[in-house]
């Protein structure tokens, strides 16, 4: 297996436009995980999945954010009208929980994105 | 709610010197406690792990102890290398869904 991928690894866009990311977590994992990290601070947590389930979203995801897991595989981030403040690193995990035992995540390389 | 504290950095030492990066959480229940590492222009990575109180994490030359006595999770090593530097995070799970909640971070810069 090679890990969590995440594309694109870096996005620039401009304000008002709407960007997507793609999150590849481990083949096996049922839990995929989504943060934000901005310069200097440590991750945030956004929202996460149990297989297709949304089951938890931040009061950081605003309404101009959605996230998709559509078959329990891939997921994807979009953030719509794009603001300044959005500039940030977006952080992919996956792990396991079965049976009631959780396992740790593996984080991604993360997807970098700068509004102008 | 659940957070995490640790120590402002850069913390600045040379080569072979020992390391301390305090770490103190304040949750309900008895969470996991980690340590991550973000080496220059790469992901996090899981250094180590605790899960019950007591537990000693190890993994490279570091440890770190769960006390819940005094809610902490220190990461220590007894000699570090350049190749060490990097930033350290210090996390905790939520006991239903797992989400880590982060500290800040801290920097090490270690020269020979």
């Known amino acids: 297996d090679t890990g969590v991928s995440q594309d694109p690894r870096h996005k620039i866009t401009k304000r008002g436009q709407n960007v997507t990311f793609r999150c590849d977590p481990i083949?096996?994992?049922?839990?995929l995980y989504w943060y934000r990290q901005t310069l200097g601070q440590g991750p945030e947590f956004l929202t996460y999945f149990q297989n297709e389930a949304q089951l938890e979203k931040s009061r950081l995801l605003s309404d101009r954010f959605s996230a998709e897991r559509p078959k329990g595989s891939f997921s994807t981030l979009e953030i719509q009208r794009t603001e300044q403040g959005d500039s940030a690193m977006y952080l992919c995990a996956s792990s396991s929980r079965l049976a009631g035992r959780s396992y740790e995540q593996y984080f991604g390389p993360g997807t970098r994105l700068t509004v102008t | 709610g659940n957070s995490v504290t640790q120590m402002e950095g850069p913390v600045t030492l040379s080569e072979e010197a020992f390391l301390t990066i305090n770490c103190t959480y304040t949750a309900t229940g008895y969470p996991s406690l980690f340590w991550y590492v973000q080496y220059p222009g790469e992901g996090l990575q899981l250094l180590l792990k605790a899960t019950k109180a007591d537990d000693k994490g190890s993994n490279k030359g570091f440890e770190a102890t769960y006390r819940k006595e005094t809610t902490s999770f220190h990461l220590e090593k007894g000699s570090v290398q350049v190749s060490d530097s990097a930033v350290y995070f210090c996390a905790l799970s939520d006991l239903n869904t797992d989400k880590l909640i982060f500290g800040t971070g801290t920097r090490l810069q270690v020269f020979p």
């Open positions: 083949s096996e994992h049922n839990r």
